[in-house]
């Protein structure tokens, strides 16, 4: 079993930066991929970026390749998620997830975090 804790979203305004962080417990967690799947109200949950157990390999949705960067430090059970130059459509509820079933490029994992709100202003 793995507990995530979201941490570091905020209100920023157009072009500004934010970086999230996910902090997990149990000793597992260094063997699972990391998804964010962010929602924005109306939507339906997004992919938004993955990473590796590893860390070796990344993903991007089109919509933020170049502007976010995902990283993990296994060490401190904890993956980030740095997010430059942010739009207003960036605008959600930012989750964390981890132990994909199936693609890293989906919605669809087997543990989740709360969630951390984004809110960009134009």
């Known amino acids: 079993q793995v507990q995530l804790v979201e941490s570091g979203g905020g209100l920023v305004q157009a072009g500004g930066s934010l970086r999230l962080s996910c902090a997990a417990s149990?000793?597992?967690?260094?063997?699972?991929?990391v998804g964010w799947i962010r929602q924005a109200p109306g939507k339906e949950r997004e992919f938004v970026s993955a990473i590796s157990w590893s860390g070796g390999s990344t993903y991007y949705a089109d919509s933020v390749k170049g502007r976010f960067t995902i990283s993990r430090d296994n060490a401190k059970n904890t993956v980030y998620l740095q997010m430059n130059s942010l739009k207003p459509e960036d605008t959600a509820v930012y989750y964390c997830?981890?132990?994909?079933?199936?693609?890293?490029?989906?919605?669809?994992?087997?543990?989740w975090g709360q969630g951390t709100q984004v809110t960009v202003s134009s």
């Open positions: 997830a981890a132990n994909p079933v199936g693609s890293y490029s989906s919605t669809n994992y087997n543990y």
């Open positions: 149990g000793r597992t967690f260094s063997i699972y991929g």
